[in-house]
């Protein structure tokens, strides 16, 4: 069965088909006012008892919530005391004289289609979380939710319709290996919440999983988005064996994460994480990290009401900071908009969000913002292990007035006597094929440069990074982009400024020999995928690595290219 590969990595275990009641409309019409009343009062209740939940999830220390889940929880507590939705339900029991249950149904799939007919992955995924509350009213207000969740065996791998972010939440996964699911996108919450807890899900298989029994034996392949019920033989064990390869590559191994990453002659590369709040440098520490190359500032901003205070944002960046023990950390400034809304913010609607108002674009505009940010990463500078970068820079004069407004701040802190490092490192993201182009006039003005090829594939292919549709056209391997990468290397090395790599492609094994003959010095990831990275680095020889380098800078396709690194990774 194919789906959406969500997050990667191989599993195989035992299915638990997760099924829910579902409630159906009734189309009952009430008589008289009292029963107007009675289904609003149980409206109401239902809506208390649905918020009860969530706090008693919230509460139980033994879930062992991070962050991100906490901000979940909040954002539905938030939905369901929404006060457009109460006053929707109770206006269509009272006007139109529906039970509690048929009107909550209706409002519920209004809501739902609004969102989904949004122009942005993320809205759309975000329709996921109306439907979560609303099924959760529903089932208190029909008395059928399951108040403790089921108990799982070891190994098992979860099939549901989706696992919805309470679900995800509240279900006790530590014998939980894999999810697979008949919807769900890749910016899905059950997508982030899988990467986050590192286990391979596919999602979006649709009916074909309905085939799927409990205690069927099942396959999760995560990178290739494909589920497979009760394999034969031989496809069980050629899994079992990419299974235990996999393992290798990817799990936590003592020598080898402290080990420094070299190659084979001696050319010592660094390893960096990307991270989104101080709770991921435990792992990053945990996989061998030599710092920061990423730390994207984003997730502070959203799930919340209003923008974060100085303080706030001070307090998340000094954490993260503090806990790299002197280690270097590159903190991104926003990168809002695009993919990334903020529902406070109330960003104009446009036909191309990530053509439009976004990241630098934002905070050159709103220098309010800006400043606050600059501020904050400053006073965290004081440990001297902050570096400060800017997004989504496409013209020299945004990063100009980037750097002005930065030494604006600077001197706000100088007067009012507050520490912070007078020499901190500045860089940028490359990430639009204009900044790649003229690489040569930007080195000339930042410390650093991050390769952001999320971005740069997109806007150079022409192909948005989220839509499923055209997800082949979406490749890094493609001779475009890897000209633009090797150019911005060759000129970070010429005016001898240090050169990075935070997007998605620093850490596909299948590059990591192609990046290491260009001349990338640091690749940052996700601390998962570190192991893997450097088991490679400290198996290659760096003047092997430029001769392949050179050998796939003259093909002139993708799939010569593929073809050819993974002869040279099997030799
Ligand atoms: C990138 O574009 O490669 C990148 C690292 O930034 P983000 O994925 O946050 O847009
Ligand atoms: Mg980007």
Redo the contacts with the bound molecule.
Sequence with gaps: MKGISASPGIAIGSAYVLTKNKVTSTGTVLKSEDDIAREMDKFNKAVQASVDDIERVKSNASQNLNEDEMDVLDAHIELLTDPQLHGDVLEKIRAERKNAVDAVIQVIGQFIRVFKGMNDAYLIDRAADIKDIGNRILENLSNSREKTPPKFKFNTIVIADEISPSDAIALDMTTVIAFATRIGGKTSHTAILAKSKNLPAVLGCGAALDEIRNDDVIIVDGAKGLVIANPDEKCFEEYAAKFRQYHQENSFMPSLNSAPAQTTDGIKIKLMA?ISSADDMDDALMYGAEGVG?F?T?LLFMNRNSFPTEDEQFQFYYSAALKARGKPVVI?TI?IG???PLDYFHLPKEENPFLGYR?IRISLDRKDIFVTQLKAILRASALRNVKAMF??ISGIQELRLAKQILEAAKQQLRESKVDFDERIPVGM?I?TPSAAITADLFAQEVDFF?????????YTLAVD?GNEKIKDLYDPYNPAVLRLIRYMIEQARKYHIHVG?????ASDPLATVLLLGMGLEEFSMSAVSLPAIKKIINENDYEKAKMICEQVMSMDNSKSIIDYLTACSSK
């Design positions: 990307n990423l994207r984003e991104r990168d695009g993919d990334k990241a997004p989504m993201m990430e991050s390769i952001g090829t999320n971005d740069l594939c997109q990074r790599m935070c997007g998605e492609f």
